[in-house]
């Protein structure tokens, strides 16, 4: 499994080039790279303030089967199952505001991570598991940094139900994925998942009822379930605090 920490260290050797000019032979680039063809997880750097990725490692090319010069920050977006694209924009918008939040706040790292259905180079899609972290720099110019590591979780996650989500600053979360992991922000079945979306639809529970062929009992029973595994007083609370995190 990746330890993690080589990447902090590979970042800090090379942000002060903005990840450019570096050396493929370099024993810490060949080491970050032994390990992504160990686990077959790929890396990207960007500005968040510019928009503008800086660094791809080899192994991003295996997965898109696009050339790495011929990349934008797009097409993860453009990869994305129709399913998830709802959450997956969210999920950017959230993205985008947090590097803005650390870029005027100039505060410690932040993290965030997610997973998305993500079409590969042969058409088929897989899990794949985005963990990001932002890092706030002055130097070569104020900006903000995100190394993103990226990680297919297709096998881990079968006969899982609902999505990992985390947002904050716990430097123990930015890992290799595993059950635990991934259990994080993950609380709701997928049925329950189904009924939030439709409550922030604006749908009242005989309307979900007939949409999903339940019982208005049934959807009233996991109205509550959802109330009692959050601690929230009512659903709009809920549904706030969900659309906040970028999660629905």
């Known amino acids: 499994m990746a330890d993690y920490d080589i990447f902090f260290r590979f970042y800090e050797k090379y942000k002060n080039q903005r990840f450019q000019n570096i050396n493929p032979n370099d024993p810490l680039v060949l080491e970050v790279n032994k390990i992504m063809d160990n686990t077959g997880q790929f890396l990207h750097i960007a500005d968040y303030i510019e928009i503008k990725i800086l660094y791809l490692s080899k192994n991003y090319q295996n997965f898109f089967g696009v050339d790495c010069e011929k990349i934008s920050p797009a097409i993860y977006f453009e990869r994305t199952h129709p399913n998830d694209m709802k959450r997956h924009a969210l999920g950017r918008s959230k993205v985008f505001q947090m590097a803005s939040e650390?870029?005027?706040s100039k505060s410690d790292d932040l993290f965030i991570s997610s997973h998305f259905k993500t079409m590969t180079h042969n058409g088929n899609y897989r899990d794949l598991l985005y963990q990001l972290c932002f890092k706030f720099t002055k130097l070569p110019y104020p900006t903000v940094y995100g190394f993103q590591v990226n990680t297919d979780i297709t096998d881990i996650?079968?006969?899982?139900?609902?999505?990992?989500?985390?947002?904050?600053?716990?430097?123990?979360?930015?890992?290799?994925?595993?059950?635990?992991?991934?259990?994080?922000?993950?609380?709701?079945?997928?049925?329950e998942f189904e009924i939030i979306k439709c409550i922030a639809l604006g749908m009242e529970s005989h309307e979900i009822a007939e949409k999903l062929y339940l019982s208005v009992h049934t959807i009233n029973t996991h109205r509550r379930n959802v109330l009692v595994k959050t601690g929230k007083r009512n659903t709009h609370e809920l549904v706030h605090e969900l659309q906040e995190r970028g999660v629905i």
């Open 102 to 104: 650390l870029f005027h």
């Open 157 to 191: 996650m079968a006969g899982q139900k609902g999505y990992h989500y985390y947002v904050g600053n716990d430097k123990s979360m930015f890992r290799y994925p595993d059950e635990e992991l991934l259990k994080v922000g993950n609380v709701f079945s997928d049925r």
